[in-house]
């Protein structure tokens, strides 16, 4: 089944591979004509490809080490994780094949936006501003802009800016262009073409087919970066001369042959260029546009929001091509913001002092002095004392207590104040170092991952939303201006990316917030890090759509029998009107078992009605006009058969599920405009396409060997997902099971759709209220938050660093922009990075994140994140910026990566390796003065800790009774939550409740918020006497001890005695006592910033549910794993092998 504009999928999809390469491997290396090899820009082997350098030791309880496998002395580290100049490893990636380049093909495109609506779209954007008389040119005017989100107003100004002087309706003129068919040059400087290189893209332009949607251009998927694992092969290097593959032209007219400071207007423009619109040539967009075709319209993803760099890359005459990023800028004065001089730290990690307890080891040595150290690891190049404590070494063995009392906050880039104020927030950008090495010699020898971990659509209190004609762009690398550039005077800003000198648009020189002519370094684009444009329609393929949500429910007598329709249909109405959208919102519902049910809602109907598709082979859709209706216009009919619903299958008898057959429907009813379609499913699909059959065996769950069945068992959900992402439909899956439904296939079809999984085992409305509460909030959440439609993402870096491998639930649609046909502010993701080239010329490197939207109101979007961190040259100053958290979060994504396309053993040994790896190299950089023991630097002493809880983790644990939905359900959150949800579930919380007092307690808007320290996981700190509770994130535990002080059972819990606590107690009761508000006010304030409200459950120390509490204590032993001191221990003889 081969869908428009996607690479044939026909070749093996199993273990999530698609096209190319398989998710979780190396891609192979291009193939291009008969037989003609060319190496990987990145080599086939990964961290997690190869074989592991070693094995878990056989102890109790444990599997023996897989034959074969290499010492961990073994110095052959290669791939994407760690480079080595001798090649790539001699170990093939698993599952790796080749793949020819095929023709290219450009896409005929008359009418862009004819047949959306059935009518020819050409007035401008709603959020676009037309050009004003110009006696009012310079007065600003604040219009009522929606953020899209449901947090109320922005409270930043939102303004809308008028046009500067000689600007048509698109944008500013301009007259330096550049032509239609230059080609960009890559992000890294490739080296003189070689024969092999001219080759590679020597294909001419194939035939011109027709798109399936008028809407749409999508471009042909050369997928060369890398989803969820695939490596991004030679898809950077070009040659000038020959075209890009992923260049698309309108068949109105040829391409632009003038060069490039001609100007040719496309029609309908007369004399002008669009400014800050897409560039209709290789490689994405310029500050001009000149095309030979009729419509300034884009055609394609990849041009609209911009590729990579393009032949302007060269700066003009005069600006050396090397040059370091100035500090500040000439006019008027030099900004405090922009002397990016890298400054100490302020605020040094606590210094833990370790105790002797019985098991570990006494200290003997003293710790080296800060000269020592220094003189030791290559100087701390000029880092004060302060900066020196994240550095310092830590004995793992000895000092017990390295847990903070409360959790650890990211660490602090090293930069000035002032940059330091306008640096993006780690909630939204995070990387793995804060200190980026100058080059990958040095990344290498720290032996830690480069790596950046996302948040890009998370709710925000506060957000500069900015509506202006000009979106000011580098002309070059197509980076939106920022806080991090540099103003050489005041008409020109150089690029923070690639150094490129840009002008200052005329528009820019105002200041709507200050009312200044004359300062473009004050304006909110230069003074926020994370700012939101209102797009023109320069940045759209076809109108906004409107929001369209269709629910597809299963109602077998499975479904009926667990309750959940009565859940789903009250909440539904609870929240009807708080769905995202506006007037042209519409809605529909499709139900299966084993047919399939469409509903008719048309307006003006007295009653909704059922027509009913039992041909599931060939599944149709038999009305096309009343099936998604307008939800303002029918209302009334939607309530009526949300009321019906869960009485209309009551007595049914059918028990199968044509899941597949339902899904097909779908698809066909939302593809002329896409949206989400959300997925309640109750049991394993048995009918049509894409039915499954159980491959679980019971037997098996407690194995210690290799579990099977990680991967899905077909790919129709694959293909489909990548249907339904080429028409901008999202598909979200609802798993409500008691059985196994084979998730691992299931979950395919939100993975690549963009979509999200949430999975409920054992629900039941009666026997499991738990599950069914948090089934309830989670809707909630779920039906009201923000969404955005018909997304993009492409992330940016500065030259000399790149990207290679990307982690989440999208589609790569050409090289690094992503498809995320919708975007919720729930989601994360993560990338992996390379140093390609030296940056030693700069003092920092920065990255920037834009994605592309529209909103549920029907506005085109674009929210920009930059995050600027300094580039250190000394290996101490690289393992003082460890962020140890970010680091295990994108090892968590490699390791599922590794396990699906390798083995679950596989994933584990290379975990303990990365621990063994990473502490390996700090003793061998500072061998002379480091004390016996396991050493560690301050910034990494709870490395070992969390990978150890990692292997704990339902989704790569072994030995432990675990279902195999719940293990790839827990595998889909590691692979696609934010980081801090990422890490409650790895390392939970631990707090003392029922002693807490008000001493050095938060006072919070009158309530008064204690604030008990945070415990080790371990059984030591639980006592019989006391209450304890644990956040998990998406559940928490209250573990009340057998001796709990009745005060606390009777004030808080509402029971006399611990006798009279009942078994399966889901929530703490609104009591009116200081025992009461003190605890529930602390609850809420751990909740405040989560979406998704945890399960609650109270556990008796006596109750057979206390085991599920105990499982994530993860320094104790347990039969199959180690305590965290023998894991410590374990690590240090791994390391003196």
Known sequence: MSTQGYANPSSSVNNYSMSSSQNGGGAAPCQNGSGQMYPAMYPASSYYSSAPPTAYPTVAGHSAPPAGKIPVSSSGYSGNYYQKSSGPSPYPAPGTHQYSNAPVQSFQQTAPYAGYYGQVYSHPSQGQTQTQPQSQQLQPSLVPVSSGS???????????????????????????????????????????????????????IGANPTPSHPGYGAPPLSQTAT???????????????????????????????????????????????????????PGGDSSSTTTGSASPVPNSYESLEGGGYSDLAAPPAGVPAKQAPPFGYNYPTVHPAYQQNPASKPDPSASHGGYNTPGYQPYSQPFPSLSELSSALGGLGGVSEQEAETLRPVNLLQERNILPPKRAPPPEPNLSNDLRKVNCSPDTFRCTLTNIPQTQALLNKARLPLGLLLHPFRDLTQLPVITSNTIVRCRSCRTYINPFVSFLDQRRWKCNLCYRVNDVPDEFMYNPVTRSYGEPHKRPEVQNSTVEFIASSDYMLRPPQPAV???????????????????????????????????????????????????????????????????????????????????????ELVKDLLNALPGMFTHTRETQSALGPALQAAYKLMSPTGGRVSVFQTQLPTLGAGHLQSREDPNLRSSTKNVLHLGPATDFYKKLALDCSGQQIGVDLFLLSSQYSDLASLACVSKYSAGSVFYYPSFHHVHNPAQTQKFQKDLQRYLTRKIGFEAVMRIRCTKGLSIHTFHGNFFVRSTDLLSLANVNPDS?????????????????????????YTSSKGKRRIRVHTLCLPVVSQLSEVFTGADTQAISCLLANMAIDRSISSSLSDARDALVNAVVDCLTAYRANGSNIQPSGLIAPAALRLFPLYVLALLKQKALRTGTSTRLDERVFSMCELKSQPLQQIMRMVHPDLYRIDNMTEQAALHLNDSVIPQPPLLQLTAEKLTREGAFLLDCGSVMYLWVGKCCNETFIRDVLGF??????????????????????????????????????????????????????????????????????????????????
């Open 150 to 204: 449901n947090l109320g107003a922005p409270l930043y100004p939102i303004v809308s800016y008028p046009a500067a002087p000689g600007s048509s309706q698109y944008g500013t003129l301009r007259s330096s262009q550049t032509t239609a068919g230059q080609p960009p040059v890559s992000t890294v400087m490739p080296p003189p073409p070689t024969q092999s290189s001219l080759q590679q893209y020597s294909q001419g």
């Open 227 to 281: 989803v969820n694992g695939q490596s991004n092969a030679v898809q950077q290097h070009y040659d000038p001369n020959l075209h890009n593959p992923m260049s698309h032209h309108y068949a109105t007219g040829p391409p632009n042959s003038q060069g490039p400071d001609k100007e040719r207007p496309p029609s309908g423009t007369p004399g002008t260029s669009v400014h800050s619109s897409p560039q209709h040539h």
């Open 549 to 635: 949500y269709l629910f597809l429910l299963d109602v077998s007598h499975n479904a009926v029998e667990s309750g959940y329709l009565n859940v789903f249909c009250q909440s539904l109405l609870d929240n009807l009107e708080k769905l995202p959208g506006d007037t042209r919102t519409h809605i529909g519902f499709v139900t299966f078992d084993s047919t399939v049910h469409f509903y008719n809602l048309q307006e003006g109907l007295s009653q909704p009605q059922m027509l009913v598709v039992s041909d599931i082979d060939d599944v149709f859709i038999p009305t096309h006009d009343s099936l998604l209706v307008n939800l303002k216009e029918s209302k």
């Open 828 to 852: 994360g993701f993560a990338v992996q990075m390379s140093i390609e080239e030296s940056l030693a010329d700069t003092s920092l490197a920065c990255f920037q994140a834009a994605l592309l």
């Open 1056 to 1137: 006399q005695n611990y006798a009279s606590l009942p078994s399966n107690m889901t929530e703490i009761p609104e009591l009116q006592t200081t025992y009461s508000e003190r605890t529930r006010a602390f609850i809420s304030w751990l909740l405040e910033s989560r979406t998704f409200l945890p399960a609650f459950h109270v556990v008796k120390d006596d109750a057979s549910t206390k085991t599920s509490f105990f499982q994530h204590l993860v320094e104790d032993r347990t039969e199959s794993a180690f305590s965290y001191y023998e894991f410590l221990l374990h690590i240090q003889q791994q390391m003196s092998k």
